[in-house]
């Protein structure tokens, strides 16, 4: 038997390959995830250290033993990625291509890189919960921290929307899954993250669950990473979430341009709610013992992608008969998308757990990938973007595609199609 450093090095990526950069993996979209894949570049093949099983066998430090081989470091990551289930849009999401356009953005990114260091170096145990209003880039940021825990530090990360885990946990229980055994997979987890907590309008019922998730995640000291568009806010003592608030407030998404286009907000003693009254004060006051607070505060990114997306496309035109640009995208928006909020979600959670894995593998893969787009443009306009279209037209074209990929959800009527 040969000692360790004898043996032959192990298959590595091409240093110079055009597709992977020398990094060996790719990113893909596997349906309405992100997914890696090994590029074709990783040579030999098979791995000339341990002839491609993985393991090797020799004399380390003077001792015989069974190791793993290097050439496992990247299956190994690229299953670890593929596990979390990150979301597809953010697929190419990093922490490096998260832009700070102002102090703010960047102090929430550098207390994001901050925390994967402390994090990997075992300094801390505590999450995060990344809050500010939409189109801060918050998913980006928490994408981009579980690709690097992922990726750079093999730790098991798992994503989820927030009102995906609850339809989760609530089919769970209508399949008539033990308490426990629904639980389990979120409970275990090393890290969850969390996409917008708080978002949609749980029942007692849901918020009881979630009370025994986050409950157990933290007694086995197991870390919440979470993004929220509902500022903190402050323990009332309600045990349960205040929602009648929620019909005398803006929702928070439209807060922001709502607040600035009326004057009288204040005045009419509205508030805008807070994530304590949506998930209520057990949760909250958990949650607050599990995280750190970091603000995304600035600009809204998207608006501000747009504006210089369209800018882009349409040259200034300066003709005396033309029509003013028009300010879309930089005005503040009134809060017209938001009617009919809660059926898109409905809807758009409804379709995504209809896509099993076996509509997924056998269905045309161009399909998929054309309802991912719509279902990320029903966000878009859930989280109080405008659309680029009317709202029928686009659940049209939604449940026009469903339909040919053979979801039942698509034969259902949906309120908002007003149809
Ligand atoms: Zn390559
Ligand atoms: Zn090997």
């Known amino acids: 038997m040969k000692r360790l450093e004898e043996l032959p090095e192990h298959a590595t990526p091409s240093r110079d390959c055009p597709k992977c950069k020398g990094h060996g993996l790719l990113t893909q979209t596997l349906g309405f ?25 020799a004399i380390m430090e003077g001792v015989e033993r069974v190791g793993r081989c290097k050439c496992q470091i990247l299956p190994d990551r690229a299953r670890l990625f593929n596990f979390a289930k990150l979301p597809a849009r953010y697929a190419d999401a990093t922490l490096e291509s998260y832009e700070a356009r102002d102090e703010a953005t960047r102090a929430a990114k550098d207390a994001a890189e ?5 994090y990997a170096a075992g300094n801390t145990r505590r999450g995060l919960l990344l809050h500010g209003e939409v189109g801060r880039g918050k998913t980006h940021l928490l994408v981009g921290v579980a690709r690097r ?29 033990g308490r426990q055994t629904v639980l389990a997979p979120l409970r275990d987890v090393e890290i969850l993250a969390i996409d917008e907590i708080g978002k949609g309008r749980c029942t007692e019922f849901e918020l009881a669950v979630l009370d025994e998730l986050i409950t157990q995640r933290y007694n086995t000291a197991k870390v919440i990473l979470a993004t929220s568009n509902y500022a903190p806010g402050n323990a009332t003592g309600e045990k349960t979430p205040n929602l009648a ?25 509205l508030r805008v709610p807070t994530l304590v009254d949506r998930v209520g004060d057990r949760v909250y006051s958990r949650l607050l013992e599990m995280v750190g607070l ?81 279902l990320g443009e029903l966000q878009d306009v859930e989280e109080g973007i405008r659309p680029e279209r009317p709202i029928d037209e686009l659940v049209r074209d939604v449940l026009h595609v469903a339909g040919r990929l053979g979801l039942p959800a698509a034969n259902r009527k949906w309120g908002a199609t007003k149809s």
């Not at 901050?114 to 402390?118: A, G, K, L, Y």
């Not at 894995?357 to 309802?371: A, E, G, H, T």
Request: proline share 10%; hydrophobic share 30%; glycine share 8%.
């Open 149 to 177: 825990l992922t990726l750079e530090h093999n730790k098991r990360v798992r994503f989820v929307e927030f009102t995906l885990l609850l339809s989760e946990l609530m089919e769970g229980f209508e399949r008539g899954d």
């Open 33 to 57: 995830h992100a997914g890696v894949s090994l590029c074709d570049c990783i040579h030999p093949s098979p791995c000339p250290r341990c002839g491609g099983s993985g393991h090797i066998l």
């Open 114 to 118: 901050q925390w994967v260091h402390d």
């Open 294 to 374: 970091v603000a995304v505060e600035g600009g809204d990114r998207r608006q501000l992608l747009h504006q210089q997306q369209n800018q882009q496309q349409s040259p200034p035109q300066t003709a005396p008969h033309e029509p003013p640009p028009s300010p879309a995208y930089a005005e503040p928006r009134p809060a017209e998308p938001r009617r009919g909020e809660a059926q898109l979600t409905a809807l758009r959670v409804t379709l995504t757990s209809q896509m099993t894995p076996s509509i997924l593998s056998s269905r045309d893969p161009k399909l998929v990938v054309q309802l991912e787009r719509l």
């Open 245 to 269: 608030l929620h019909g005398r407030t803006y929702a928070p998404s439209a807060s922001g341009a709502a607040r600035n286009a009326d004057p009288s907000f204040y005045d009419r003693g």
